[in-house]
């Protein structure tokens, strides 16, 4: 299903909110670059399997607003603390809440480490945008950018 134009004003937004609600001082490996290659991955998979371009890409513009470091003892809690972060963003932008859940749903299953399939469509489109900037050379240079930030070698 392709964005329509009030979809398109609406992933504009979550994408200025997202910006600014990315720390200055974000790890490489999670910034808001690697949160934009994510969402164009997410648009261009969405697209191509008709899943639903604005869950998708707005899940994809929110995933990374809370992001706790790999080495932490909670991080396999960091999907469900973005999600509980985007449903307060989400309310506060007076988003539908049946399109806001979809998209916390999203974001809350879609992370590695947390080890499951996701359900729905879009999530699965979340989670696999997400993986394919962990690969490549983008995925190397992320690996050592996470390496650095945890102060682990190679």
Same mark, same amino acid.
């Given at each position: 299903?392709?964005?329509?134009?009030? =979809?398109?004003?609406?992933?504009?937004?979550? #994408?200025?909110?997202?910006?600014?609600?990315?720390?200055?001082?974000?790890?490489?490996?999670? =910034?808001?670059?690697? $949160?934009?290659?994510v969402?164009a991955?997410?648009?261009? +998979?969405?697209? #191509?399997?008709?899943?639903?371009?604005? $869950?998708?890409?707005?899940?994809?513009?929110?995933?990374?607003?809370?992001?706790?470091?790999?080495? /932490?003892?909670?991080?396999?809690?960091?999907?469900?603390?973005? #999600?509980?972060?985007?449903?307060?963003?989400?309310?506060?932008?007076? +988003? =539908?809440?049946?399109?806001?859940?979809? &998209?916390?749903?999203? &974001?809350?299953? /879609?992370?590695?480490?947390?080890?499951?399939?996701?359900?729905?469509?879009?999530?699965? $489109?979340?989670?696999? #945008? =997400?993986?394919?900037?962990? &690969?490549?050379? &983008?995925? $190397?240079?992320r690996?050592?950018?996470?390496?650095?930030?945890?102060?682990?070698?190679?």
């Open positions: 299903m392709l964005a329509s134009d009030p =979809d398109t004003r609406l992933l504009a937004r979550l #994408a200025e909110l997202a910006a600014l609600a990315m720390p200055a001082d974000a790890d490489p490996a999670h =910034d808001l670059l690697h $949160v934009r290659r969402a991955l997410a648009r261009s +998979i969405a697209e #191509a399997e008709g899943a639903d371009v604005l $869950v998708a890409v707005g899940a994809a513009l929110l995933h990374e607003l809370v992001n706790l470091p790999k080495d /932490h003892p909670e991080s396999r809690r960091s999907g469900d603390l973005c #999600a509980e972060a985007a449903a307060g963003l989400l309310r506060a932008e007076a +988003i =539908d809440p049946a399109r806001a859940a979809q &998209i916390c749903a999203c &974001i809350r299953d /879609h992370g590695f480490s947390k080890g499951v399939l996701p359900e729905s469509l879009a999530a699965r $489109v979340l989670q696999d #945008a =997400d993986r394919l900037d962990a &690969i490549g050379a &983008i995925g $190397v240079a690996c050592f950018a996470t390496c650095n930030a945890m102060r682990t070698p190679f």
